[in-house]
């Protein structure tokens, strides 16, 4: 399993937005599939209306998805911790 954020448009509501999510999946198309899956059965959204813009690979020890945290727990314990963003440390 990899960790990926993914980055796209959906409707939320009346609007369209930006999301980005960061998942852990076995592929990026299986990536694909659980943003459909999870903002659909969230919002009520066709997977026809959900845009997606890229899907990128990432260190696990980057994303603050909780999800993502707990599944790497120990590949980030024995990398010394979680990297901070930039926002993060000011």
């Not at 690979?57 to 590949?75: G, K, M, N, Q, Y």
């Amino acid at each position: 399993m990899k960790a990926f954020r993914v980055d796209g448009q959906a409707p939320f509501g009346r609007r369209r937005q930006k999301f980005s999510v960061d998942v852990v999946a076995s592929s990026k198309s299986d990536a694909e599939h659980r943003i459909y899956s999870m903002i659909g059965s969230r919002h009520k959204a066709t997977r026809r209306s959900i845009d997606i813009k890229s899907v990128d690979e990432i260190d696990p020890r980057t994303s603050s998805e909780p999800a993502v945290l707990h599944h790497f727990r120990d590949e980030i314990e024995a990398a010394g911790g979680p990297i901070a963003s930039v926002a993060e440390e000011e």
